[in-house]
């Protein structure tokens, strides 16, 4: 089974900032998209932001543009999201998500992680 290993969630207060780690097993190979969602208590999961592996070309929800960045560390199989200004409403479980062949902000998600949580307090 495919693990993707999350850190860097925790607890912080509005307008704070946090970086969030994922890697990726080193077994998944080939041109692929990596990003992050988030499902927010009693909500649906929603996407974030994504980086393909190979360009490093990167998309975000409208609603972190300016705030968030994704990045990527190839050699270290590791995809970052740095999140700044954080907002109580942001509270939620992040996921790290890898699609082959489409856009994770088109659902096309292949592999998930296990979460890590984000707490804003207001």
């Known amino acids: 089974q495919v693990q993707l290993v999350e850190s860097g969630g925790g607890l912080v207060q509005t307008g704070s900032s946090l970086r969030l780690s994922c890697t990726i097993p080193?077994?998944?190979?080939?041109?692929?998209?990596m990003g992050w969602f988030r499902q927010a208590p009693g909500k649906e999961r929603e996407f974030v932001a994504e980086?393909?592996?190979?360009?490093?070309?990167?998309y975000y929800v409208d609603s972190v543009k300016g705030r968030f960045t994704i990045s990527r560390d190839n050699a270290k199989n590791t995809v970052y999201l740095q999140m700044n200004s954080l907002q109580p409403e942001e509270t939620a479980v992040y996921y790290c998500?890898?699609?082959?062949?489409?856009?994770?902000?088109?659902?096309?998600?292949?592999?998930w992680g296990k979460g890590t949580l984000v707490t804003v307090s207001s």
């Open positions: 980086i393909a592996r190979s360009s490093g070309r990167t």
């Open positions: 080193r077994y998944i190979l080939g041109s692929y998209s």
């Open positions: 998500a890898v699609s082959y062949g489409s856009s994770l902000s088109s659902g096309g998600v292949d592999y």
